[in-house]
């Protein structure tokens, strides 16, 4: 039976949002895997990860999703309850928050498969994964294959969705050394606002 849920929270930096983000986002709603997306930018992460700014991202993820919440109106939209919070950025807290925001709604978290070696490091992992289902997106390197014993009870494999082979990372160093971004990478809309606003050109990301 394919894993389901009601709403599925969709967590990242987004930093900045690229065209693997929207990809998963879309094909989890074609494949039947949940009912709505919401899009979670990360506030303050736990890890200390060097970010642009919370508003930043946050208007870059409303460009990069805008052509796709126009498609799937009412199931795609995006979730500031990190951004909103000053405490650092928890999956639980905001999966508790979600729950509690809508009773009786079933919760799944999404998560790329290279973040799954890390997951048993996350703070209130266990309890994370007794509150929502954790869906699993392929990323290269990362097969089901290698990690399967990595998977637990109530975490779910994504077969249905593409393999996810772009990175924020990638984007973000190819801005900085001033190459040009390919249109399969990244919205050009969202890549005109990092100009713009010059979110790259002065930061270190040699440790991310």
């Known amino acids: 039976m394919k894993p389901h849920v009601d709403i599925l929270l969709f967590g990242g930096a987004f930093d900045p949002p690229h065209l693997g983000h929207t990809t998963v986002a879309r094909e989890v709603l074609q494949a039947g895997y949940a009912d709505s997306v919401e899009l979670v930018p990360v506030g303050q992460h736990p890890f200390d990860k060097s970010m642009a700014a919370a508003e930043h991202r946050l208007h870059m993820t409303e460009l990069a999703f805008s052509l796709l919440m126009q498609e799937y109106p009412e199931k795609i939209n995006i979730n500031t309850f990190e951004l909103d919070s000053s405490d650092v950025s928890y999956s639980y807290n905001t999966a508790l928050a979600s729950a509690e925001k809508n009773p009786g709604k079933s919760i799944g978290f999404l998560i790329g498969s290279d973040n799954l070696l890390l997951f048993n490091k996350w703070k209130l992992g266990e309890e994370l994964l007794e509150l929502a289902s954790i869906f ?8 089901k294959e290698m990690l399967s014993e990595y998977l637990q009870p109530n975490m779910f494999w994504l077969d249905q969705v593409s393999l996810v082979a772009c990175s924020s990372t990638q984007i973000r160093e190819l801005i900085r050394t001033k190459q040009p971004v390919p249109s399969q990478l990244l919205e050009p809309s969202v890549l005109e606002y990092i100009q713009e606003h010059l979110l790259v050109q002065y ?3 040699s440790t991310i």
Do not use: A, K, L
């Open 136 to 143: 699993v997106y392929p990323r290269p390197g990362f097969s």
């Open 203 to 205: 930061r270190n990301d």
